[in-house]
């Protein structure tokens, strides 16, 4: 009988278990237990009822990522370049230190992973999230890909501190990819440690949770463990070495592929995985898109376009600026991962830049539309080999309408900020305006548009700007500020059926009662009153 190379490696890896190497969970794999009482339905196989309190009774498993496709072949965990898979089998290096639970988010606990809040005090729930033990039978993998950093190829990238630890089917149908971020060196970790500490795990907890809430397709964040585990960082690249604590996120997303798992195997000139992974990506990911049709990756690519354009838009409405927009960051689900160097700004500045060693501001937040635009043409350039000479010229086409797209949603979304209802040929011009009063006075981008939420259409008349309204005041200070106001005006009284009230019920409502750059330091124990900006990793990936 002949043994699929992932089974092998994980035998292997069980013979040595004991070797500073993690532990399984459970000696015997349960399933949910049956629900009580005589009439209650049983779940459906790998899904459980709400409320697990019971890690062993969780069904957890990466047979989904595993089975489909080749796995790397090469058993040991050392550095180099892998060819014909799109996994590795690799576990996490567990911390040698003490561990400590330091945040949980209960709310993807229950109503994600279908765990009762209960499992965080239990030291089964510790040793899972921190990399300590395995589910039994899940095989943690890391994942090859590749990209183009900084406007470069950078070749083979992949998962150099992430560990993919399982698939997790909800009670709600959803699927869940479990990733743990920090966990230990893979074969994908080029010169970095395979670890994170404390000060950037603290920020992706916090940040993909908070957009998630501002309504923003994002990777989520179940828990944040830290050690005692000595790791040293330069943060701002200035020789000042440090040393830090490292901590591990367990992170989940629907999907972890990224336009550069796609371009590492067109790259490499490994075609047919790399139609295999795309087909595989459609089906599982892409339910509207018939698995019959012939343009099906043109629907696909069509997908892709359109979501990455309204990921960006919604990016900017929040003034979101991701810091590290390569091909290897960017989802082919189109959500937010890979929270690094990023920021929020504070006032409006199109050259924002949260990254401390993006020398030529590629990544400013103004150019993060532009930057989508580059990485998709990427994806198509990947995408060519697998496509006929019609279906090269259609998507090319797809791709010219990209810059409709984007304007087309950033426009809405900003409308929606203003409470602008309907359609009016000086929308655009209206918004631009603003944007430009505000970048002159740098008036706080966030507290701009909420106190316009606020105030009420008899001050905004009388150019009577209370001091409760800040962000309000530094923006009239501008000598145009009332010409704006008076365009702003006629435009709010075109809105049909609609009243001060109305308007500012609305707005209000679509805004943060708390602004996330100023919330998150107190929150995180941090000593400055802003967000300060993260370098990005050494060398490791996502």
């Known amino acids: 009988m002949r043994w699929p190379p992932w089974l092998a490696v994980w035998l292997a890896w069980a013979w040595r278990a004991g070797a500073g190497l993690p532990a399984t969970l459970c000696s015997s794999r349960g399933l949910c237990r049956a629900p009580l009482g005589p009439n209650a339905s049983h779940p459906e196989p790998g899904r459980c009822q709400r409320g697990a309190a019971d890690l062993c009774a969780w069904p957890l498993s990466s047979e989904g990522l595993r089975d489909p496709f080749p796995i790397d072949v090469i058993q040991e965990n050392y550095v180099r370049n892998v060819r014909n898979c799109i996994f590795s089998v690799v576990y996490p290096t567990p911390f040698k230190s003490r561990v400590r639970l330091v945040a949980v988010s209960e709310e993807v606990l229950e109503n994600i992973l279908d765990l009762d809040v209960s499992v965080k005090g239990t030291s089964d729930f510790l040793q899972f999230v921190s990399g300590g033990k395995v589910i039994f039978g899940s095989i943690p993998l890391a994942h090859r890909y590749g990209g183009h950093q900084f406007g470069s190829w950078a070749g083979q990238l992949g998962d150099g501190r992430a560990h993919l630890i399982g698939i997790y089917t909800n009670r709600h149908g959803e699927r869940w990819e479990l990733q743990l971020k920090g966990s230990g060196k893979t074969p994908y970790s080029r010169n970095g440690d395979g670890r994170a500490v404390l000060r950037s795990s603290v920020r992706e907890f916090l940040c993909s949770e908070a957009m998630h809430y501002l309504g923003i397709p994002t990777s989520r964040a179940a828990s944040l463990v830290v050690s005692d585990d000595d790791v040293w960082r330069d943060q701002f690249y200035n020789g000042n070495i440090k040393k830090e604590r490292g901590a ?179 929308d655009n011009y209206l918004i631009a305006f603003l944007l430009k009063l505000m970048e002159d006075t740098k008036a706080d981008f966030t507290m701009t548009f909420r106190q316009l939420s606020e105030i009420t259409e008899d001050q905004l008349k009388e150019l009577h700007i209370p001091e409760e309204f800040w962000a309000l005041q530094d923006l009239g200070k501008h000598k145009l500020f009332s010409e704006w106001v008076t365009m702003y005006r006629l435009r709010l009284n075109r809105n049909k059926g609609d009243s001060d009230t109305k308007r500012r019920t609305r707005m209000t409502s679509s805004y943060p009662t708390a602004d996330f750059t100023t919330s998150l330091p107190e929150t995180a124990g941090c000593r400055e009153s802003r967000l300060l900006p993260s370098p990005p990793s050494l060398g490791q990936g996502s």
């Open 248 to 426: 591990i996120v367990l992170r989940l997303a629907k999907s972890w592929f990224r336009i550069g798992s796609l371009e590492i195997l067109a790259h490499s000139g490994e075609l047919d995985l790399e139609r295999r992974l795309l087909e595989f990506i459609i089906q599982e990911h892409f339910p509207s898109i018939a698995m019959n049709d012939s343009n099906r990756y043109l629907e696909f690519f069509s997908t892709v376009v359109s979501e990455t354009a309204n990921l960006i838009a919604l990016w900017m409405s929040v003034g979101f600026a991701h810091g590290v927009c390569n091909t290897d960051n960017f989802s082919l689900l189109s959500i937010t991962i890979d929270y690094g160097p990023f920021g929020f700004m504070d006032s409006y500045d199109p050259n924002f830049v949260p990254n401390t060693s993006d020398d030529e501001r590629r990544y400013k937040i103004g150019n993060q539309a532009n930057v989508g635009l580059f990485n998709l043409s990427k994806l198509l350039q990947a995408l060519k080999p697998l496509l006929d000479p019609r279906q090269k010229q259609l998507a090319s086409q797809i791709l010219g309408g990209y810059g409709e797209r984007y304007y087309i949603r950033f426009t809405e979304l900003f409308k929606t900020k203003l409470g602008l209802l309907g359609e009016n040929e000086d």
